[in-house]
C-alpha cells in the first residue's frame, strides 16, 4: 500500500500529474479541486495518497490519488462511504476546493453539489443524508497543512482539535480563541469532530 509519495513532476495532464521517485514514473490522480490549489510552476511535491485496485475485465489496475495533506484525504474517504460513489467517481466529482464543497454539504445546497460533474438531484440528496453534520472541519481547511506538535496545557479533545486547526493554517492564539468559545457554547461536545463542527457552525454564523 502507496500512502505516500514525493519527487519531482515531471509532466503534468489534465488528471493527474507524473511524479519520478528514483528513476521510476508514478502517475498520480489529482481531483481537480486539489489541482486547483497546487503550485503551479512547483517542480517537487509530495503528496498523500489513497491507493486501490482498479478492476477493468480481467485485470486489476493499481490507482494512485493524490492529496496535499491527511485532512483531504480523510474528506476524500468519507466522501466515497456514500452510495454509489467510488473513488474513480469521487475523484471526477471534487472539482471545487474540497471545503467548498464541504460548506455545501453541511448547508444542505442540493444545487450546487449536483452541478458536480457525476453527480445527479439523488446522488446529492444522499450526500447530504449521509454527511450533514459530520463535515464541518473539512469546511474549516484554509491552507497547506503542515506537521505541527501537540498543544500542551488543554484537555485532549481540545489539543486534538487545536491541533487540527493549526495544521489548516490558523494561527495559534486565534485557534485557541476558537476552541474556547466554542466548548463555551456547547460544554457537552464528547469529542474533537463535534467540537470542530462547533466551531464550524460559528464561524459560519459570523
Request: charged residues 25%; hydrophobic residues 40%; proline residues 4%.
Amino acid at each position: 500500500m502507496i500512502c505516500r509519495i514525493s519527487g519531482r513532476i515531471i509532466q503534468r495532464r489534465e488528471n493527474s500529474l507524473l511524479v519520478e521517485v528514483g528513476g521510476f514514473g508514478y502517475e498520480v490522480f489529482i481531483p481537480q479541486g486539489v489541482m486547483k490549489c497546487l503550485i503551479q510552476d512547483e517542480s517537487e511535491c509530495e503528496f498523500v495518497t489513497f491507493h486501490y485496485h482498479q478492476a477493468d475485465q480481467n485485470k486489476s489496475i493499481p490507482i494512485l490519488i493524490g492529496f496535499l495533506n491527511e485532512i483531504e484525504k480523510e474528506f476524500f474517504e468519507r466522501f466515497i462511504t456514500v452510495s454509489g460513489i467510488g473513488p474513480k467517481a469521487a475523484v471526477k466529482a471534487i472539482s471545487e476546493p474540497i471545503p467548498v464543497i464541504a460548506r455545501a454539504i453541511d448547508s444542505g445546497d442540493i444545487a450546487f453539489l449536483k452541478s458536480l460533474p457525476g453527480i445527479g438531484t439523488q446522488r446529492a440528496r444522499e450526500i447530504v443524508a449521509k454527511l450533514q453534520g459530520k463535515v464541518g472541519k473539512f469546511g474549516l481547511i484554509k491552507g497547506i497543512i503542515r506537521e505541527d506538535k501537540n498543544i500542551p496545557g488543554v484537555s485532549d479533545i481540545e489539543q486534538e482539535a487545536v491541533a487540527v486547526l493549526l495544521q489548516l493554517q490558523y494561527k495559534k492564539p486565534e485557534a485557541e480563541k476558537m476552541i474556547k468559545n466554542a466548548i463555551t457554547r456547547n460544554p457537552d461536545v464528547k469529542n474533537s469532530e463535534e467540537l470542530l463542527n462547533e466551531v464550524y457552525k460559528q464561524r459560519s454564523n459570523q
